[in-house]
C-alpha cells in the first residue's frame, strides 16, 4: 500500500493516554536557556560509561550516519498530546554499532547542554521507536525544540526526550537525572500516568 502509516482514524481514542488532550500546536518547554550553537566546531557527542571504548562524534560525524523517517505520538507531563509527528533521525541501533557495551550495562542517563539529564532503563533506550532526531514535520528542529539533535523516546512521557542532546552514559544502576530528582516519576509511562514519583 502506498503511503502506508502506522496509524489508523479509528484507533485514536487508544492513541491517547489518560488525563492527556491532544493539540496541534508545538509547545516549548525545558528548564533553563536555550542554547544557541554558533560554531559547530564545539558540539560533540559523547558515548561513555560502561562500554569498551568511548566515542565523541563531531557534529559532521553524526550527520554522516544514516537517518531514516520515524513517525509517533508524543505524551507531554503537563498533559498534552500531540500525534502523527514525523521525524528525521538517527536510530539507536546506528548509534549501538559504534561501542561495545559491557555486559554490567543496565541503564542510560542522556546528558544534555547546561548538565541537564533524564534517565532511562537501557531496554527502553534500545527499542526501534527511540531515535536521535534532526528534523521534525519536515523542518530542521529550531534550537527551542533541541537542535542541533534531540533524543526522543515516545513511549515515555515527553521529558525523557533530552533537547541539546550531548551525551549518552552506560550505567550498571538506575540513577535520577534532572526531572526524576525533582520529583517525577523513575520511569515515566504515560498509558500507566507514572508522572510523579508517588504514582
Ligand atoms: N535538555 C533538556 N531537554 C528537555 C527538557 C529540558 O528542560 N532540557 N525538558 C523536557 C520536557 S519536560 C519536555 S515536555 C520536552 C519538551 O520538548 P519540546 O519543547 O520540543 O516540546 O523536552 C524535554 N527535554
Ligand atoms: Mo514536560
Aim: net charge negative.
Amino acid at each position: 500500500m502506498a503511503n502506508e502509516t502506522k496509524f489508523t482514524n479509528d484507533n485514536i481514542a487508544d492513541r491517547v493516554p489518560p488525563g492527556q488532550t491532544l493539540t496541534d500546536g508545538f509547545p516549548v518547554l525545558h528548564y533553563g536557556s536555550v542554547p544557541y550553537y554558533n560554531d559547530m566546531s564545539k558540539w560533540d557527542l559523547r558515548l561513555f560509561g560502561l562500554v569498551e571504548e568511548e566515542v565523541t562524534l563531531s557534529y559532521k560525524q553524526f550527520l554522516a550516519l544514516p537517518m531514516r523517517e520515524f513517525h509517533n505520538d508524543i505524551h507531554c507531563v503537563t498533559t498534552w498530546s500531540k500525534l502523527d509527528n514525523v521525524w528525521e533521525g538517527v536510530s539507536v541501533a546506528t548509534i549501538m554499532e559504534l561501542v561495545k557495551l559491557k555486559p554490567e550495562a543496565k541503564y542510560v542517563m542522556l546528558h544534555a547542554e547546561h548538565g541537564w539529564t533524564t534517565n532511562l532503563p537501557l531496554d527502553d533506550f534500545l527499542r526501534d521507536t527511540t531515535f536521535l532526531g534532526i528534523r521534525h514535520n519536515g523542518q530542521l528542529l529550531t534550537p527551542e525544540h533541541g537542535a542541533p539533535v534531540r533524543a526522543v523516546v515516545p513511549h515515555l512521557y515527553f521529558w525523557k526526550s533530552a533537547k541539546w542532546l550531548r551525551g549518552i552514559e552506560f550505567m550498571e544502576k538506575d540513577k535520577p537525572g534532572f526531572w526524576e530528582r525533582n520529583g517525577y516519576h523513575m520511569y515515566g509511562d504515560p498509558f500507566k500516568e507514572q508522572r510523579y514519583d508517588f504514582d
